[in-house]
């Protein structure tokens, strides 16, 4: 059996399925709570956070907030796409433009070390994603590929997706554990008291309080403040 065919009778399945619906319609509205405050402060021309300017993630969004019209554009984009998750005949028009959006965040937070949205992004993301792949029958008619009409309508099952959801928590923990405990050695954190609290399990405290410095009092990159925790500890 062709792939193609295959992945039209696992979208036929899962969206003949009630819970998988339930599940839809809970990621959209969540998505779109995510963006309407955010893009709001923005348009109305308000700096995003109260983060220090010499902590990674306040030193980009204050220059963010310096780009003018760029910064306002941003906003009315995330609450235009929060808007058309609200509907049903808008949802997919809304995912497309979320995705891009979420995307960047997810991989800013992640490049910068920000616990703010460290977290939270890459599950918006695979919420986006999971929007996306709903409406699978829509988005592959864009594709280069030979396309193969099988639109059979199925009766609805209300048999609960165990197997789904208990992927969707084991994702959820497996995400939680190694973004906090596994993929950085250290971070800049929001301010330098949080910043030097995690020096007291860092197998190097004086390089961690070096660290926490050049972040929070002399205001040096990220980049250049890792290089000089590495050399002092000797991890890298």
């Given at each position: 059996?062709k ?5 039209d ?9 009630k ?38 993630m306040?030193h980009?969004?204050?220059?963010l907030h ?5 910064y ?9 796409a929060?808007?058309?998750?609200l ?6 028009l ?11 965040i ?5 490049a910068?070390r ?15 994603l ?22 059979v309508p199925?009766?609805i099952n ?6 789904f ?16 405990q ?8 929001n ?14 405290p004086n390089a961690c309080?070096?660290?926490?410095d ?14 000089r ?8």
């Amino acid at each position: 059996m062709k792939l193609s065919v295959r992945l039209d009778e696992l979208h036929a399945r899962v969206k003949s399925n009630k819970w998988m619906f339930y599940f839809w319609i809970f990621c959209r509205f969540s998505l779109a709570a995510g963006f309407v405050l955010a893009g709001y402060v923005k348009v109305i021309g308000e700096r995003f956070t109260n983060l220090s300017n010499n902590q990674p993630m306040g030193h980009y969004l204050e220059a963010l907030h310096h780009t003018g019209f760029y910064y306002t554009s941003i906003g009315v984009a995330q609450m235009l796409a929060a808007i058309l998750l609200l509907f049903n005949r808008t949802a997919l028009l809304g995912a497309v433009l979320y995705f891009p959006i979420i995307l960047n965040i997810c991989l800013l937070s992640i490049a910068v070390r920000f616990e703010g949205s460290l977290i939270s992004s890459p599950l918006m993301v695979l919420a986006n994603l999971y929007l996306l792949c709903w409406d699978y029958d829509r988005i592959k008619l864009i594709l280069p590929f030979k396309q193969q009409v099988t639109n059979v309508p199925r009766p609805i099952n209300r048999r609960f997706p165990t197997l789904f959801f208990c992927g969707v928590v084991a994702t959820i923990i497996s995400l939680v554990i190694v973004l906090t405990q596994f993929i950085y050695d250290i971070k800049p954190r929001n301010t330098r008291s949080d910043c030097v609290l995690q020096c007291k399990r860092n197998k190097y405290p004086n390089a961690c309080e070096v660290f926490c410095d050049d972040i929070h009092r002399d205001g040096k990159p990220l980049e250049q403040a890792l290089k000089r925790y590495h050399q002092a500890s000797g991890s890298r």
